[in-house]
């Protein structure tokens, strides 16, 4: 076993034997220190927090197991290892069922000390990798990594809470590109299923034959090539969350077995008999208008109002723009790292072009378009000439309409500076001040602008 070098905490009332093994554990490398009492024991446990704690059961004022015990509740990550002299098969066993690490009898040869205090430092370290892997997971998968300001977005983000901890099935409606599979994994990482599976299926990218037995698994014999049984993503997400993108594009015969375990969350595997019943919570995805392939008998109706329970639209990013900036500096943030670049962010000029953009690609174009600017660029503050050219040939375009050349800009601006507003308050929720804000205006300004080109606030409710 490799060696790993630890903070330990020698706990013993004989000061001989505290001071021998103290002396054999620095001659390993570890830094060690030693108390005599529990009470001392737990002073320092206090002041330092020790990865090894190696304690006698027998000590002057309370007995090693009421560590363990103090220990278990204050310093839940520290390990603790029993040494006594009388040791039985009942005390070894009642003291892993407290939470000690190891439990070791004197006389402690040397080894066996090394060798238990080597499988205490690894755990730790295990533990430690696990708990920064889960903080990943939750800062790339969780509702932190839904960056969004924007009024829609915030809705979503409270439906999401509402129904995360429920097994209510969930429909994420949304273009291509908008983050649906995001969506779907912060709802697991908000569950009490985030330590169980999430196994997500693109049921688009698979022929029907090949997705059957990829959702429900098959046997061997089923069909030419099944030369061995297969276990199927429903059985492989029992007790977590299977995501089912693209959900549109099901066969007719699919959609009854979907149904089915939608239902009465079991199943047969594809040329078998035997019935698997799952524990799992199913979100789909789609970007075409389901409501309007059932009505087209495209899609079965009862399967739509199965999982039309819960449905969540993803926002197109065109319609979010204030979320344009934020997005973008979380990225170059995510690039730049990557990447080795020091680039502190976009200017002016950048921004408003990613702003007056339609983004048709949505947020995954962003990502793109970010990714190709940190590694095109030459200079510390990106810019507009670092953007692609399609942007700009894809901004609209506002004509003047023939007879008209010779009115004023000031008239020919009226149609493109009532869409932007439009687009502001849309984007803000109608809150006039945050449009204000967003529009680099006064309110008094906003609302002179507002009854000139004749937008009114119920001119809201015609859009919802």
Partial sequence: MKSNH???????????????????????????ETATSCKDAMERMGEFPFEVVLCDVNLGDRDGF???????????????????????????????????????????????????????LGQRKLVEENKTLKKQLDQKFGAGSLIGRDYKMQKMYDLMESVADTRTTVLVLGESGTGKTMTARSIHQLSTRAGKPFVEVACGALPDTLLESELFGHVAGAFTGANHDKVGKFLLADGGTIFLDEIGTASPSLQVKLLRVLQDREFEPVGGNKTHKVDVRVILATNEDLAEKAARGEFRQDLFYRINVITLTQPPLRDRITDIPLLAEHYLAQFCEMNGKQIR?????????????????????????????????????????????SLRQNEPQFSVPAGRLGNSLKTAMVAPEK?????????????????????GINRTTLYKKMKRYGIEFEH???LV
């Avoid at 048709?360 to 990106?382: D, H, Y």
């Fill in 6 to 32: 630890g903070s330990l905490l020698v706990v013993d009332d004989d000061k001989h034997i505290l001071e021998a093994m103290a002396d054999y554990l620095r001659s390993l490398g570890h830094r060690t």
């Fill in 66 to 120: 009421q560590l363990l015990e103090w220990a278990t509740e204050h310093c839940p990550d520290t390990a603790v290892i029993l040494i006594t002299g009388y040791g039985t098969i009942e005390s070894a066993v009642e003291a892993i069922r407290m939470g000690a690490f190891d439990y070791l009898t004197k006389p402690v040869i040397d080894d066996e000390l090394s060798f238990a205090i080597q499988k205490a």
């Fill in 345 to 389: 962010g976009f200017d002016d000029s950048a921004v408003q072009l990613l702003q007056r953009y339609r983004w048709p690609g949505n947020v995954r174009e962003l990502v793109n378009v970010v990714e190709r600017a940190v590694v095109l660029s030459k200079g510390n503050i990106i810019s507009a000439s670092d953007l692609p050219e």
């Fill in 419 to 439: 869409q932007l507003i439009l687009e502001a308050l849309e984007s803000n929720g109608w809150n006039r001040q945050g449009t204000a804000d967003m529009l």
């Fill in 460 to 462: 809201q409710l015609s």
